[in-house]
């Protein structure tokens, strides 16, 4: 059933305590008390084919979106076939490793067969389907002595000691305004994927391009004017509120040339008297990104 709704794999895993240090995410530490009635945590991996390393549409995101409903929808037929199930939220890489399922990365991500690391986890709380174990899903650490992902991570969360969650970009991405340096190295909406793009375990995977519906929701113009009511729906409003996309369009187009300056001026000023404030900071940055790049073609000029 989880297949027809695009998941590839799903693990039936008990619902065992793991405790967390922190808990910022308010994941489910305790299934068997928060669900009595479930037999087991349904794991559900959801993969995805990524776009060319240069695109900016996140396909995590939109993947993400996709998988979410998909899980909705498996709910609601469960329940109507009356099979008790509901949405949980666990700590889901401590529950594959656990479970001897797939392997860690060094960038803190999970390889599981034949994804690599493309893939959303999704997972629900079941009855009557008892866990099972998966002695063929274990894998062999492929990192060993390989360092791509720290050489190609721009934030330096990854060295020899490990993976640095405080240095890491995405974390610092989860609210709409960003600080500078995180616009200053920003390639996809949303999201960093570069160690997913410099891991060898996803270098084989196909990859795929943005659909048009999502090359003209995310088209750089559209949105740094403020209409991102479609690339909204296609990536999830919990990712996308606050006017986060029209901010990271304005960093985008303005550090990287993409809309004429005389158009950039106007959409700067429009986005000046936004009321979201990740909006006003992005236009500050994108007005002082033209004058840098207008002293740097004045420069060249001469």
Same mark, same amino acid.
């Given at each position: 059933?989880?297949?027809?709704?695009?998941?590839?794999?799903?693990?039936?895993?008990?619902?065992?305590?793991?405790?967390?240090?922190?808990?910022?995410?308010?994941?489910?530490?305790?299934?068997?008390?928060?669900?009595?009635?479930?037999?087991?945590?349904?794991?559900?991996?959801? =993969?995805?084919?990524?776009?060319?390393?240069?695109?900016?549409?996140?396909?995590?995101?939109?993947?993400?979106?996709?998988?979410?409903?998909?899980?909705?929808?498996?709910?609601?037929?469960?329940?109507?076939?009356?099979?008790?199930?509901?949405?949980?939220?666990?700590?889901?890489?401590?529950?594959?490793?656990?479970?001897?399922?797939?392997?860690?990365?060094?960038?803190?991500?999970?390889?599981?067969?034949?994804?690599?690391?493309?893939?959303?986890?999704?997972?629900?709380?079941?009855?009557?389907?008892?866990?099972?174990?998966? =002695?063929?899903?274990?894998?062999?650490?492929?990192?060993?002595?390989?360092?791509?992902?720290?050489?190609?991570?721009?934030?330096?969360?990854?060295?020899?000691?490990?993976?640095?969650?405080?240095?890491?970009?995405?974390?610092?991405?989860?609210?709409?305004?960003?600080?500078?340096?995180?616009?200053?190295?920003?390639?996809?909406?949303?999201?960093?994927?570069?160690?997913?793009?410099?891991?060898?375990?996803?270098?084989?995977?196909?990859?795929?391009?943005?659909?048009?519906?999502?090359?003209?929701?995310?088209?750089?113009?559209?949105?740094?004017?403020?209409?991102?009511?479609?690339?909204?729906?296609?990536?999830?409003?919990?990712?996308?509120?606050?006017?986060?996309?029209?901010?990271?369009?304005?960093?985008?187009?303005?550090?990287?040339?993409?809309?004429?300056?005389?158009?950039?001026?106007?959409?700067?000023?429009?986005?000046?008297?936004?009321?979201?404030?990740?909006?006003?900071?992005?236009?500050?940055?994108?007005?002082?990104?033209?004058?840098?790049?207008?002293?740097?073609?004045?420069?060249?000029?001469?």
């Amino acid at each position: 059933m989880a297949g027809e709704y695009g998941f590839g794999k799903v693990f039936f895993l008990p619902p065992a305590a793991v405790p967390l240090q922190s808990n910022p995410h308010r994941l489910v530490t305790d299934p068997a008390a928060e669900f009595p009635f479930a037999a087991s945590i349904a794991v559900m991996v959801f =993969p995805y084919a990524p776009f060319n390393a240069n695109e900016r549409i996140p396909a995590y995101y939109l993947a993400s979106n996709t998988a979410y409903f998909g899980m909705k929808a498996l709910i609601k037929r469960l329940n109507e076939a009356g099979v008790r199930a509901e949405k949980a939220e666990i700590p889901l890489k401590i529950a594959l490793d656990r479970a001897g399922i797939g392997a860690p990365l060094r960038n803190s991500l999970r390889a599981v067969r034949p994804y690599g690391s493309r893939f959303v986890l999704m997972s629900i709380a079941v009855e009557g389907l008892p866990p099972l174990e998966y =002695p063929d899903e274990a894998l062999l650490s492929p990192c060993k002595s390989c360092t791509a992902c720290e050489r190609a991570c721009p934030s330096g969360a990854i060295d020899e000691e490990g993976f640095h969650l405080d240095r890491c970009m995405r974390p610092r991405m989860e609210t709409a305004d960003h600080e500078d340096s995180i616009r200053d190295r920003q390639r996809t909406y949303i999201g960093c994927e570069i160690c997913q793009y410099a891991c060898p375990m996803n270098a084989g995977l196909p990859k795929a391009e943005p659909s048009p519906e999502a090359r003209e929701a995310f088209d750089e113009e559209r949105l740094a004017m403020g209409d991102a009511k479609a690339a909204r729906a296609l990536v999830g409003r919990n990712m996308s509120s606050n006017g986060r996309l029209t901010a990271e369009a304005l960093a985008f187009a303005a550090r990287d040339g993409l809309i004429a300056p005389e158009r950039l001026d106007e959409l700067i000023e429009a986005a000046g008297a936004s009321p979201f404030p990740a909006v006003r900071s992005a236009a500050e940055y994108a007005a002082r990104k033209l004058r840098e790049n207008a002293r740097q073609a004045e420069k060249d000029g001469n």
